[in-house]
């Protein structure tokens, strides 16, 4: 059975986002050592950060309209937490990309993903906010994709690692969106109203995320 999502959970996500880039970073030191290396990538590894970085920041942006926009608690604290989650993420990538000095993969967003930013800017209420998680939900599945390609074979060894401390973060993102999706909107099973009923009680009951993600 699905836990169910509420403010106090997606509060306590946002609280220990920071561990997101804890995971995913190195210490400064191997970070010292990679950058004075300036080695180039493969092209999988280079394709690799050329993807992620325009995904992660479109999450940013997403994040933020959501923390604004969102008409429920749950949408306003699931944004602040994709915001400051992958903000952390993206500082990381910036890292990893500047000591390559035959490669600058950008962080600018596609104008695919900048049209799904202005989509959502343009929308209010409960639009909003179904629009928000169907685009979550799939950003997400393309992004667990993505850093498990990566995570499994990625040549350059800071990318590598990477990614693969980058996944389960990812994967919480995935499932907290369904979750969220689903107890608002009842989309992927049964549980409709169960998170807009939790919201109104407050945090009583609640059920906080499974342990070992994003800390």
Known sequence: MKKLLTVAAL??????????????????????????????????????????????????????????????????????????????????????????????????????????????????????DQEFLRVMVEDHQKAVALFQKEAQGGQDPMVRSFAQNIVPAVQEHLQQAQDLRQDLFNVGGEGAGRAANANAQGPAGSTQPAAGTTR
């Open 11 to 128: 509060a306590t996500l946002v609280a220990t986002a920071p561990g997101f880039a804890q995971n995913a970073g190195t210490s400064s030191h191997s970070r010292a050592a990679v950058r004075s290396q300036g080695h180039g990538l493969s092209a999988a590894d280079r394709q690799f950060l050329e993807m992620a970085g325009p995904a992660n920041m479109t999450e940013v942006e997403l994040g933020k309209l959501a923390s604004e926009k969102g008409s429920s608690p749950g949408i306003k604290l699931f944004g602040r937490w994709m915001a400051s989650a992958h903000g952390f993420a993206g500082r990381e990538l910036a890292t990893i990309t500047e000591r390559n000095h035959d490669t600058k993969p950008g962080m600018a967003m596609t104008a695919e993903q900048k049209a799904s930013v202005e989509k959502l800017r343009g929308m209010s209420g409960k639009e909003f």
